[in-house]
């Protein structure tokens, strides 16, 4: 039998209850990624099936604009490295990355979100911050609900783009005959 949503199984261990929304839209989109990543093959990662963005499209920019957000939620200012992420992040075909690295690697940012969340005082929460070159104000709790927020939509976008690659791939099939 299949386990209810994250959100039903009970609190994440160490975080505050204040931050326990976030925790769990982040291991859901996690689980919810890799649920339907494990159906895919390299092959499969660039299609658009109907022109839609691909699959590749939307592991990279669940792992980069995830890490931003937390990233922006502490207060930090972005690295080179995230910088050269987001420079490519709605580029496509990239030999380079494959549908497991990118699953492992949006695995790697929800860890590194839920350590966060376990070191974020609860008093801290409506301290201000900024977002991008435009410097667009909001609060430490608006960056990291964002960033669950931004995960699970994109997580079910990734899920619809699934479903209809699988649906043009049925519809191209010859059929049996009957």
Known sequence: MSQPD??????????DPMLQPVAHGLLQAREDVERVAA??????????????ASVGFHLKHLI????????YARGEP????QRAWLAKEAGDFDPSEGIAGLVERFRGVVRGGLAQLRATPVGSLSQARTIGRAQLPTTVIGCLF??????ARHAGQLITT?????????????????
């Open 6 to 15: 994250v959100w039903l199984r009970g609190p994440v261990e160490g975080i």
């Open 39 to 52: 159906g895919l093959n390299d092959g499969d990662l660039w299609r658009k099936p109907g022109g839609a």
């Open 64 to 71: 980069g604009a995830t890490d931003r957000l937390l990233t």
């Open 78 to 81: 972005l690295s080179e490295t």
């Open 146 to 151: 964002h960033a669950a927020e931004h995960a």
């Open 162 to 178: 699934v479903n209809a690659l699988r649906a043009s791939e049925r519809a191209t099939r010859p059929s049996s005959g009957r």
